[in-house]
């Protein structure tokens, strides 16, 4: 596998990728379906995710690519339950009997490709593991194809791909929704939020119960918390001390949630 490390110029490509990720229209019952499947599913994604501290949606989507959602086959590459992986990785899981259940394989996957040592989950991060996953052929090799595997089903993607191992076509078109395509249309429907949070920024050490509060007048310690919320990329606050409806967006954008007494929930 080429070795792709993920530079400041490959985080700012994700990223502008993902924001002007137009998902095809003829497309769009197809990825509606795989998102509702995805969410019905979401408790076993969940158990396996939170164990190894992975967003469960990095589970799901990845679930979708190899194993077409199919809970009777293994997350590494789609081959059935009741045997060790055929296909490459070959062998899988090595240790136990099969039949394996969905959340064993899915956890020797996702350890195979030490995902529960990575730590940064942000949005191009996010992605960029997700290629890694698949490999970086794509990107080493025809550079002007972006991977199907995560554009593919959007305006980032139109035909070229691997008909099989180490065989290349210039005029064959994936029929899988990418990843990123997935992703994109959960984030637009509030089903996730993407954020390109930088790890090493945390909550300024004021009194939460105060901070925290949705309010349309100045309050105490809201122009640090507006000031905190600046530093993330994207997010461009007023420091006016009114922690209202702009200031609850942003913060839900960075931690999932709304300011507490939001109307909005």
Known sequence: MPVVSLTDNLRNEYNNLFNNCIISSGKSTIVE??????????PRYESVSVKLGIPWYF?????????????????????????????VPASRPKEGNPPFTWEQSAEDSLRLMKLDKWSDWSL??????????????YRSKHPSVLTPYLWSFSNHYSKGKYIADGTWSDTAVSNQCGAAVILRRLAEKGNIVLGQVNPTV???????SIILKYSNTKIPYAEELQAFLNKFPGIFVKVDG????????????VFGTYLSGDPRG
């Open 202 to 208: 945390s909550l300024p050490d004021v009194q939460n």
């Open 59 to 87: 589970v799901g989507v990845i679930h979708n690519m190899e194993a077409s959602l199919n809970f009777t086959t293994h997350l590494h590459n789609g081959d059935p339950l009741n045997a060790r992986t055929k296909h």
């Open 33 to 42: 379906n795989i998102i509702n499947k995805i969410l019905v599913n979401k």
């Open 242 to 253: 009114c922690p209202g409806e702009k200031t609850s967006n942003a913060f839900r954008q």
């Open 124 to 137: 191009p991060a996010l992605l960029y593991k997700i290629e890694e996953y698949n490999g970086f052929g």
